[in-house]
């Protein structure tokens, strides 16, 4: 089991800037791929971006490419989502989420391990 917990969410304005983190446990966090995914009011489930166990490979989605970046640090099995230029469209619900497979992936149901959730709501 693993088990993930993600923080950082707020109300901001539209520009501004957010960090979300996600604290994992339950199994090694380098064995891990890990990924950031949104679900906004009357949407399905969007995958932003995820990275390998070694931070060695990461991919994004177009909506988030070039405002978002994801990190890890091994050390504090914690996963980071830095979001800039924040906004209203990204409102949402931001999931992080695991899986054991060595690479990286873009489906929902890829994930075996997911977090509560955090909200992220962004006013104009």
């Known amino acids: 089991q693993v088990q993930l917990v993600e923080s950082g969410g707020g109300l901001v304005q539209a520009g501004d800037s957010l960090r979300l983190s996600c604290a994992a446990s339950?199994?090694?966090?380098?064995?891990?791929?890990m990924g950031w995914f949104r679900q906004g009011p009357g949407k399905e489930r969007e995958s932003l971006t995820a990275?390998?166990?070694?931070?060695?490979?990461?991919y994004y989605a177009d909506s988030v490419k070039g405002r978002f970046t994801i990190s890890r640090d091994n050390t504090k099995n914690t996963v980071y989502l830095q979001m800039n230029t924040l906004k209203p469209e990204d409102t949402a619900v931001y999931y992080c989420?695991?899986?054991?497979?060595?690479?990286?992936?873009?489906?929902?149901?890829?994930?075996?391990?997911w977090g509560q959730g955090t909200q992220v709501t962004v006013s104009s």
């Open positions: 989420a695991a899986h054991i497979r060595p690479y990286n992936s873009r489906r929902a149901v890829d994930y075996d391990y």
């Open positions: 339950g199994r090694t966090f380098s064995s891990l791929t």
């Open positions: 990275i390998t166990w070694s931070g060695g490979a990461t």
